[in-house]
């Protein structure tokens, strides 16, 4: 039996998928701290790990913001410290990056290393399940403090 959405308003539509896509959220948040936990061998390491996916998150946070600004006002100030960002990333770390992937990913010896290779596997899992939920809030969810109820954006 499959489901079948074609009765739902869009308003229902856009709730729904927001849920579903939060409710995923919170499962692959719930996901990527227990593989932490799971793969650590000591506490130290485990350290290691759950600072890793919490500055995955706050990056993701603050991208997720800039890639659903509430208004125009919030828009324009997104875009100047997109630019002043952008300038930095493309300028700066682009010509450092190489030399970080030989280093970190790959070590003296041109092998894999393991470990590292998962710590970028959960920065960017991290990242991206943040960047979605951040989006998915700002961009399908708007409080109306005065009427005090969740209304829907129909984006």
């Known amino acids: 039996m499959a489901l079948d959405f074609r009765h739902l308003s869009k308003n229902q539509e856009y709730l729904l998928t927001a849920i579903i896509t939060l409710i995923c959220g919170f499962f692959a948040t719930g996901v990527l701290i227990w593989t932490a936990w799971t793969i650590s061998p000591n506490g130290e390491v485990l350290a290691k790990n759950y600072l890793i996916i919490l500055i995955a998150f706050l990056l993701g946070w603050t991208t997720g913001m800039y890639l659903s ?87």
Not at 106 to 135: E, Q, R, T
């Open 69 to 155: 600004p509430y208004d125009r006002k919030e828009a324009l100030k997104f875009v100047t410290i997109g630019q002043a960002i952008s300038a930095f990333l493309s300028g700066y770390v682009l010509s450092k990056f190489d030399r970080f992937i030989e280093n970190f990913l790959f070590g003296k010896n041109k092998l894999p290393i393991y470990d590292n290779w998962i710590h970028l596997g959960m920065f960017l899992a991290s990242f991206l399940v943040a960047c979605i939920l951040v989006f998915t809030a700002r961009a399908y969810f708007d409080i109306e403090e005065r009427e005090g109820k969740v209304k829907i954006n129909t984006v």
